[in-house]
């Protein structure tokens, strides 16, 4: 099982992984529940018996008395932090080394960079969830996928067949580089995050091309706003599906033929952790929401249990109608240790403000920035056309202002809006001609750059 990796990608336990993702797509909630628990009970036996840092943090007695979901509250959590500070060798499973695993790092934008170690066996889950991402957004044996990212992948082996042939789109390179590797691919099914794909179309649209080809776009990692994503959509005539995932534990939710986002519960357990500190499971059969934790129910190498991954959701109902029995995400709201601070000292998860500003349609992009307490400096990028109902900046050192009148300017229409949602603050908007994305690629639609957060 712990064999040294292998060069190029395994395909046989990919196409296992497939087969058995596909039977439990439309399980029963009784089937579901049978693999989760069979799963869970072993990944907790597992980490206690062969993980150093997970025997200290479990008794060999809480391990043994472990029956699934519902004993999850008597594990300690995981938090990120615990990557960062302890040696690999603390975290991997005996037999595991840095060796005969595979590193995935996340980059650190919104705090420090983990490394989580992947063996063989591991990768053959995280690759078929990738895939089987794909194939459930409708992707077809001869499409041409465009990956909208910053670093390369693994080339697959089906490539050598003409079939599902991949191309890197860049997205550190020039806007113009990106066009240019864009059209030069002529892909048909376009992967990556919103606001870069909907850079290259906007692009293409300024320069007068229509681009035709392209079926399906999945989107992932960030929120567009509607008038960005009718735009994309719009000119691509494509349709869109989306997945919620991240480096360490995976696809955590991906959206059926209706657009719900489902979590993926046959290989994720999730919990939410609510703002009075109680944690309750995502398991469909109430709505919570609160700070995600994320049991990946595929962990052979270092098993994460109860892992911190730093996201607000919430989770309702699993009452979709379209076959699938799994509860649905609602939203997924930035990290969560992305509050604003009043002057008064007081804390609040940003998250809501943005809808008051993607509400406009003239905005097609924004990041919400506070620099110091009380303040919140709204930037929109409006889309093309409506800079003639005002561009500029908005209600600069005006806080507390009334409701906007008719014949306003839409920045000073959104610093109203703001205002109306968190009266008191300093609300600042200001039109620019684009908003700069993390190192990883990813905007982050609300950000704290006060000096000090403690
Ligand atoms: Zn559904």
Redesign the pocket.
């Known amino acids: 099982m712990n064999s040294a990796l292998a060069p190029v990608m395994r395909l046989v336990p990919v196409l296992r992984n497939l087969v058995r993702t596909h039977r439990l797509e439309r399980a029963s909630p009784e089937r579901l529940d049978a693999e989760r628990r069979r799963l869970l009970v072993r990944l907790v036996r597992h980490a206690q018996a062969d993980v150093p840092r997970y025997r200290e943090l479990i008794a060999p007695e809480t391990a043994a008395a472990f029956r699934g979901p519902e004993d999850l509250p008597s594990l300690p959590t995981l938090d990120r932090a615990e990557f960062h500070d302890r040696a690999p060798e603390e975290l991997l499973a005996a037999g595991f080394t840095t060796a005969n695993t595979k590193a995935g790092t996340t980059s650190g934008s919104s705090g420090i960079p983990i490394t989580i170690r992947n063996s063989e066996h591991d990768l053959g889950y995280l690759r078929a969830s990738y895939l089987y991402d794909m194939l459930a957004s409708g992707l077809r044996p001869w499409d041409r996928m465009a990956y909208f990212r910053v670093t390369p992948f693994l080339r697959h082996p089906l490539e050598r067949f003409g079939l599902l042939r991949t191309f890197h789109i860049d997205t550190s390179t020039t806007l113009d580089d990106q066009v240019e590797a864009f059209l030069a691919a002529r892909p048909t099914f376009l992967v990556g995050f919103p606001h870069v794909i909907a850079s290259v179309v906007e692009e293409l649209e300024r320069r007068g091309v229509r681009y035709g080809a392209a079926r399906r776009v999945l989107f992932g990692g960030e929120r567009l706003t509607p008038t960005a994503r009718a735009r994309v959509l719009g000119h691509l005539g494509a349709r869109c599906h989306e997945v919620y995932a991240s480096v360490e534990v995976f696809t955590i939710a991906r959206?059926?033929?209706?657009?719900?986002l489902?979590l993926r519960a046959a290989d994720v357990v999730v919990e939410l952790e609510q703002d009075d500190g109680s944690v309750v499971p995502a398991d469909g059969t109430r709505a919570a929401e609160g700070e995600i934790l994320v049991t990946r129910l595929h962990s052979e190498a270092m098993p994460l249990i109860r892992y911190r991954l730093g996201d607000r959701v919430a989770v309702g109902p699993a009452d979709?109608?379209?076959?699938?029995h799994?509860p649905?995400v609602l939203r997924v709201q930035g990290r969560s240790q992305d509050r604003f601070r009043g002057v008064d000292g007081r804390e609040f998860y940003a998250d809501f403000l943005t809808y008051a500003v993607q509400d406009f349609a003239e905005v097609s992009r924004m990041q919400l920035v506070q620099e110091r307490p009380g303040q919140v400096t709204v930037r929109v990028v409006l889309a093309a056309g409506s800079e003639l109902a005002g561009a500029g900046v908005a209600g600069a050192g005006v806080a507390g202002a009334g409701v906007a009148e008719a014949g306003t300017t839409v920045t000073e229409r959104i610093a109203a809006a703001v205002r109306e949602a968190v009266p008191g603050f300093d609300v600042r908007v200001e039109a620019v001609r684009s908003i700069a994305p993390e190192a990883n690629g990813k905007i982050r639609i609300v950000k704290v750059e006060r000096a000090a957060t403690g």
Do not use: D, L
């Open positions: 959206t059926c033929r209706r657009g719900a489902h979709c109608g379209c076959g699938r799994t649905v």
